[in-house]
């Protein structure tokens, strides 16, 4: 161990809001209980690259024993992230599919609901492709063609009980979780489909939980970097699964600058 700069995380003041995750190249800091932590000593380069995202003022660097940066423990670290992202058209990097990675687009058709009576007494979905996890979807799926784009926090479709009804139908969906996935990696991801696919919408909707809201600046960072001009709208769902609000992100044919956000008064009770 060394005397050397390093990150200190206030707890205190940590919101758990994942904004400096992505900002961290090194993979140092995740998000654990809530609160965002430093990983491993070893992981840190003190440089600082994360200092100035946090809204809370929550990250400082300061002097104190500490193992050395190791960067080759930097890139194993990073080669483990890439492997378990490495699901593109289903394939991992040894070449081996997984099969429930296999896409199909054959079920639900965007066809009208048919009546409750006629589904046998059970609701019909109005899922229409697979797979639905981005880690997992390929970026040039057909599916992505023409689509009105669903990005949905994971946790949503299980709070909000008309989910397919008032959200799912007529879209294609994505899932994902902004807090304890690699926000980065999606919104690299999402910057790749969005630019490589004619999008016609994109819907991101997350619950209204703090640390549910960095996909909403995944959204922007990705909108950003793939030079693409769509209309995009934020959901915010309670935790009493309720649909709490709608904004706008962003619309293809005003100039609105990309994060100003207009609530449209469009609370449910």
């Known amino acids: 161990m060394t005397v050397r700069k390093i990150v200190q995380i206030d707890e205190e003041k940590c919101d758990g809001c994942g904004d400096c995750i992505p900002n961290c190249p090194e993979g ?3 998000i654990v209980d809530g609160k965002a ?26 002097e104190r024993d ?32 997984c099969p ?9 058709q965007q066809q009208k609901p048919a009546p409750v009576e006629e589904a046998g007494g059970e609701r019909p979905s ?9 880690d997992l979807a390929p970026v040039d799926a057909p599916f992505f063609d023409g689509a009105d784009l669903l990005l949905a926090a994971d946790c949503t479709p299980f709070a909000l009980a008309d989910f397919h009804e008032k959200l799912l139908r007529g879209r294609k969906l994505l899932v994902g979780c902004p807090k304890l996935d690699d926000s980065a990696y999606y919104a690299e991801k999402l910057a790749a489909i969005l630019n490589q696919n004619d999008i016609r919408s994109l819907t991101v909707v997350h619950m209204e939980v703090p ?21 995009v709208e934020e959901v915010i769902v309670s935790v009493r699964g309720r649909i709490k609000q709608r904004r706008v992100l962003a619309e293809a044919d005003e100039a609105m600058a990309l994060g100003e956000r207009v609530a449209l008064d469009v609370r449910e009770p």
């Open 211 to 231: 640390c549910c809201f960095g996909f909403a600046g995944l959204v922007e960072r990705a909108l950003a970097a793939s030079g693409r001009q769509i209309p």
């Open 100 to 108: 429930g990675a296999a896409m199909i687009e054959t079920f639900a």
């Open 28 to 30: 140092a800091l995740k």
């Open 37 to 62: 932590k430093l990983v491993r000593d070893q992981y840190c380069d003190g440089l600082g690259a994360c200092l100035g995202v946090c809204p809370q003022d929550a990250i400082t660097i300061i």
């Open 66 to 97: 500490a193992d050395e940066f190791d960067e080759e423990a930097v890139a194993a670290l990073q080669a483990r992230g890439s492997a378990r992202h490495a699901q593109e058209h289903g394939t991992l990097h040894h070449g081996a599919v």
């Open 126 to 134: 109005a899922l229409t492709h697979w797979p639905v996890q981005l």
